[in-house]
Nanobody
Framework: QVQLVESGGGVVQAGGSLRLSCAAS????????MGWYRQAPGKQRELVAV???????RYVDSVKGRFTISGDNVKKMVYLQMNSLKPEDTAVYYC????????WGQGTQVTVSS
């Protein structure tokens, strides 16, 4: 059974940093990409960043220059370094892995106070 577990969320002041981690356990074959989504209260879940198996990355415009995604397909880990955090970054952050099937983590809360 595949399980994704996020960690690293918390409460931080505006301008601060957090590093999210996502660890995958179980058999995941042919990882095509790994990514991070977030969902703020009353809003739709949005894709924040994605990294392909080849290392290409994409970011939503609102986090470009502030967030960095990295991953290790062998270790089945994906990370999100978040710098210069803003109150509008407050959300539950979810990791997702695209393989032969799609897998989601349970989410970790990030709260940025002004």
């Amino acid at each position: 059974q595949v399980q994704l577990v996020e960690s690293g969320g918390g409460v931080v002041q505006a301008g601060g940093s957090l590093r999210l981690s996502c660890a995958a356990s179980g058999s995941i074959f042919s990882i095509n990409a790994m990514g991070w989504y977030r969902q703020a209260p009353g809003k739709q879940r949005e894709l924040v960043a994605v990294i392909t198996g080849g290392g290409a990355t994409r970011y939503v415009d609102s986090v470009k220059g502030r967030f960095t995604i990295s991953g290790d397909n062998v270790k089945k880990m994906v990370y999100l370094q978040m710098n210069s955090l803003k109150p509008e970054d407050t959300a539950v952050y979810y990791c997702r892995v695209w393989g032969m099937n799609d897998y989601w983590g349970q989410g970790t809360q990030v709260t940025v106070s002004s």
